[in-house]
């Protein structure tokens, strides 16, 4: 239900001004102007509005009324004179079950400012005005104790990414502590003290609407839109800064951890592939960089594509970064569910504004779209604070490791708005004595941090790194695809909007089908099914959606037409053949390998926790070719009359022999047709 709670009376209610009029007190300057500013005058107005940090010198001043709605397509991006508006809308966690995925509902609204005044105001000008008193807090700590936190990572990784379930989970935890000071002075303040205190941030910025203040310095864009252009911005790898601030010699030990790199590999090839559901390019990854912040430095990549997707779908497609829920993305939430407490509310969600562009078309994909993150934030209901954080868990993590990245990423929130003491050496060594006054000295210039972060991209596919459209993106392009069908069926991991892009790379004409909608028809005619990757045991019978794969690739391969199964549907295609299934004894989560793929060395992003396996040396059973480890006899591929199957992603940034690899697959399991259609 929509509702438009805009009169000076219910924000009375909310932020209980002390007398009928009043704002809260805003610090003056020795000088009083005959006329209120910008943002005394919002203030006075009574009305809900957003203070937005985008850059060193402004702030933006957005006010408007405010509605609720249901669906994010529901975003009123014109009026009811179909006139084109701005729109600052507040996305919450919930908001995946549009997705069909699983949550802790707690019903928080999908809150929409609707912009009538967009202002910039001189960023030392507001600071002027606003409060700084500190603000005291009580009964302050965390929800879930160390010991309990560290206990649900040793959880996770046992029982959810040791089964199979996925590679990288986010699980919070939040801080929350009593206020008694009225809210929009509370949020008025920390948000001075974020300005001050916090810097590196992609937004900074504060929301008041009716019964809700938000105030945040979010690192991270969750994905942005403009001119045709889709940018994601995912950032992993934590590095907790010692007394004193980060220096190069202490950065270099954080760059140089296996744990941290893959951590941020595993969480670029989740958001390409919503990139790739988005974006008719699939899109490109630069970077990595370096973000570094007061208390944290993060390493980040930008990706990069094209789009004509109404920016409200773009959003829908993208929820949420995989850096605040995991990967694969739907069983993320489910695990999510499984082991946090209670609703995430607005964390981990985005502030998503639409703004009209001056070609703005009739069915609003005319809008710009700029949407950070709902981390690093702080929000206040009903007297009480609460500020959640997560850590991403990965196969070796370490639980008490996890526990101190909580602590360090609350800190950065706390530390700012003084709730703990601030690292003032590290602040005072943050600035370069010999730089304009407020000039940052970035670690990402020395030239050993800058060829570490520049290594990293030695172990990526270069398909994903390059031009699309140059040779030294596609190594291989053959006419294996021109003029024939792809059916991909998804076992939900969208590692396939990945695959498919590939396939069209190749020359094929591709559909994406879901496990529990794939029409049998439509598999029968398709000159190639893919039977695609997904979390899980792949021996799980009871499960509806192994039981549902299990017979698409039973049905293909007996019918003896192309098939090509990817690493679940690569364990069940080996099952079918006679080959043992069995859990691998340390998961293979975003684990890079080079290993033979029938007489070819190739480098292969493995995303398993379960394996076929055979005796040592196997090389044939029956019609069927095994490529396995010669020791272990861990299967990697097979091949037969039609069919071919691989157990890691070729599709993957970490294989970097992919494209080529998927191309001889390809190549052998379409024989069938290929004779058929010369």
């Given at each position: 239900m929509c509702s438009r709670p805009s009169t000076l009376t219910a924000l009375e209610a909310v932020f209980s001004f002390p007398d009928e009029r009043s704002p809260p007190d805003l610090k003056k300057g020795p000088a009083m102007t005959p006329s209120p500013s910008p943002l005394e005058s919002a203030l006075r107005a009574g009305r809900p509005f957003a203070l937005i940090a985008r850059d060193a010198e402004s702030v933006e001043l957005l006010t408007g009324d405010v509605v609720d709605v249901d669906?994010?397509?529901?975003?009123?991006?014109?009026?009811?004179?179909?006139?084109?508006?701005?729109?600052?809308?507040?996305?919450?966690?919930?908001?995946?079950?549009?997705?069909?995925?699983?949550?802790?509902?707690?019903?928080?609204?999908?809150?929409?400012?609707?912009?009538?005044?967009?202002?910039?105001?001189?960023?030392?000008?507001?600071?002027?005005?606003?409060p700084t008193e500190p603000v005291a807090l009580a009964d302050a700590g965390f929800d879930v104790s160390d010991t309990d936190y560290a206990d649900i990572v040793r959880t996770v990784i046992a029982d959810e990414i040791g089964r199979g379930e996925g590679a990288n989970f986010v699980i919070r935890r939040d801080f929350t502590a009593a206020v008694d000071v009225d809210p929009l002075?509370?949020?008025?303040?920390?948000?001075?003290?974020?300005?001050?205190?916090?810097?590196?941030?992609?937004?900074?910025?504060?929301?008041?609407?009716?019964?809700?203040?938000?105030?945040?310095?979010?690192?991270?864009a969750h994905v942005s839109a403009s001119g045709g252009i889709v940018t994601m911005n995912p950032i992993s790898g934590t590095f907790r800064h010692p007394a004193g601030g980060a220096t190069a010699a202490t950065l270099t030990e954080f760059l140089s951890s296996t744990k941290e790199t893959e951590e941020l590999f595993m969480v670029v090839d989740e958001e390409l592939k919503m990139m790739s559901a988005v974006c008719s390019d699939g899109g490109r990854i630069t970077g990595p960089h370096l973000k570094e912040m007061s208390r944290l430095t993060h390493t980040e990549y930008m990706l990069r594509g094209r789009s004509a997707m109404d920016p409200r779908e773009i959003l829908r497609e993208t929820m949420f970064a995989p850096t605040v829920t995991g990967s694969p993305m739907q069983n993320a939430c489910t695990v999510i569910k499984r082991h946090e407490r209670a609703p995430r509310g607005y964390y981990s969600g985005v502030a998503a504004l639409f703004t009209p562009t001056a070609d703005e078309a009739a069915d609003g994909t005319?809008?710009?779209?700029?949407?950070?993150?709902?981390?690093?934030?702080?929000?206040?209901?009903?007297?009480?604070?609460?500020?959640?954080v997560g850590a991403t868990l990965v196969r070796h993590s370490d639980p008490d490791g996890e526990v101190g990245e909580t602590h360090g990423k609350a800190a950065g929130v706390l530390g700012a708005i003084g709730a703990i003491p601030r690292d003032e050496v590290a602040e005072r060594a943050a600035l370069d004595e010999d730089a304009p006054v407020g000039e940052r000295r970035a670690l990402a210039d020395d030239p050993d941090i800058a060829a570490l972060l520049a290594a990293r991209n030695d172990r990526l596919a270069p398909f994903w790194l390059n031009p699309q459209d140059t040779p030294d993106a596609i190594p291989v392009r053959r006419a294996t695809g021109a003029g024939r069908t792809a059916v991909v069926v998804d076992a939900e991991d969208r590692f396939t909007t990945m695959l498919a892009h590939q396939l069209r790379h190749l020359g094929f004409d591709v559909t994406i089908t879901p496990w529990n909608d794939a029409d049998p028809s439509a598999l029968e005619r398709a000159d190639v099914v893919v039977a695609g990757p997904g979390p899980g045991d792949p021996r799980d019978e009871a499960s509806p959606r192994i039981a549902r794969m299990r017979a698409v690739v039973a049905a293909r391969l007996a019918s003896g037409r192309p098939l090509l199964a990817v690493c679940l549907s690569h364990q069940i295609l080996a099952d079918t053949?006679?080959?043992?299934?069995?859990?691998?004894?340390?998961?293979?989560?975003?684990?890079?390998?080079?290993?033979?793929?029938?007489?070819?060395?190739a480098s292969i992003g493995f995303y398993n926790t379960f394996t076929a396996r055979v005796a040592p040396g196997t090389l044939r059973l029956g019609a069927t070719e095994i490529s396995a480890d010669p020791a272990s006899g861990d299967v990697y591929a097979l091949r037969g009359p039609g069919y071919a199957s691989v157990q890691g992603h070729l599709e993957s940034i970490l294989s970097r022999d992919g494209l080529e690899t998927l191309d001889r697959l390809l190549t052998h399991a379409l024989a069938p047709v290929l004779q058929e259609k010369p």
């Open positions: 669906l994010l397509a529901d975003i009123p991006l014109h009026d009811a004179a179909g006139t084109p508006r701005e729109v600052l809308a507040l996305v919450p966690y919930r908001q995946v079950v549009e997705r069909g995925f699983e949550c802790h509902d707690d019903a928080a609204p999908l809150r929409c400012l609707l912009v009538d005044t967009h202002q910039r105001l001189p960023r030392q000008a507001v600071l002027a005005e606003l002075t509370a949020g008025l303040t920390w948000f001075r003290a974020l300005l001050e205190h916090e810097r590196g941030a992609y937004w900074t910025f504060l929301v008041s609407t009716p019964g809700h203040l938000t105030v945040g310095a979010s690192p991270e005319g809008h710009d779209l700029d949407a950070p993150i709902l981390i690093r934030t702080a929000y206040l209901v009903d007297g009480r604070l609460r500020v959640p053949l006679g080959i043992a299934l069995a859990p691998l004894g340390s998961p293979h989560q975003g684990l890079q390998k080079t290993v033979e793929v029938f007489g070819r060395p």
